[in-house]
């Protein structure tokens, strides 16, 4: 329990003060994955339960693989919802990733979820999160202080109420989704366009005003993109995951077949 308590303060505190942190992300099942991404020196891990088929145990392996390699592990919840936030967070994650936030509101939500009385209404329960009961008293007398909440950013009425939302103190930062944006402009999938680029920008500002940290994802991450990122004002970058690194070798080797 202190190795994994220290790692969260830790990126909890990198966060605060918008220093520089790299992720990973899997949305494969097998552990056996999770200890290969670990592998390459990321701070934390986020699980994707949106656009996924892990299910509740296939993330508790995940995230008890994340745990020995001294890996933060932040899963994103599929939705708004309160039974998988509390379940997920019983199997021992750090905090959560929640997708689709547009307000305030939304974020209390989370707190609720998250967060034990008095700050919000997580109820107290008995898991491999409390070690099973031997780490209850230091887990839940740590946990408000030290988990982290992770909002994302996906439409543009969040980002023209990105100043109320960052406004919030338990909220550790928010990332960026730029697909979901364009959707939002009705232009799905230009993430290039530059209502969107625009878009995205104006959270990184208001990130930035308001001491917050803001984060993004890379498809095909390398140092000079990684970079950029940094240049453009994300305090944390999601490297690529396992499924974008399986497509795009997949991609390249069909062209490769074809042109034998």
Known sequence: MDSVLEKRKILKEKLKKRQQIYGGW??????????????????????????????QEQSQR??????????????????????????????????????????????????EWVKYPPVGKRGFGVSRAQGYG?????YTSTWNESSILIAQIESIDAVNGIDEILKINELDGVMVGPYDISG??????????????????????ACRKMGKACGNQLVEPNLQNMKEAQAKGYT?????????????????????????
Do not use: Y
């Open 26 to 55: 899997t949305s494969l099942a097998h552990p056996s994955i999770t200890e290969i991404l670990c592998a390459s020196g990321i701070e934390f891990l986020g699980i994707d339960l949106e656009h996924s088929t892990i299910s």
């Open 134 to 138: 031997v780490d209850f008293a230091e």
């Open 184 to 205: 939002s402009l009705k232009i799905p999938g230009q993430i290039d366009h530059p209502k969107v680029v625009e878009a995205g920008l104006r959270v990184v500002e």
């Open 236 to 260: 944390f970058t999601i490297l690529s995951s396992d499924v974008f690194i399986l497509w795009k070798w997949a991609a390249a080797r069909r062209n490769d077949i074809a042109g034998l």
């Open 62 to 111: 995940i995230i008890a693989a994340c745990n020995a390699a001294g890996v933060v592990c932040l899963p994103r919840i599929a939705s708004h919802n309160k039974e998988m936030a509390r379940r997920i967070l019983d199997s021992g994650a750090d905090g959560l990733i929640v997708p689709m936030v547009n307000n305030p509101d939304d974020v209390h939500a989370m707190i």
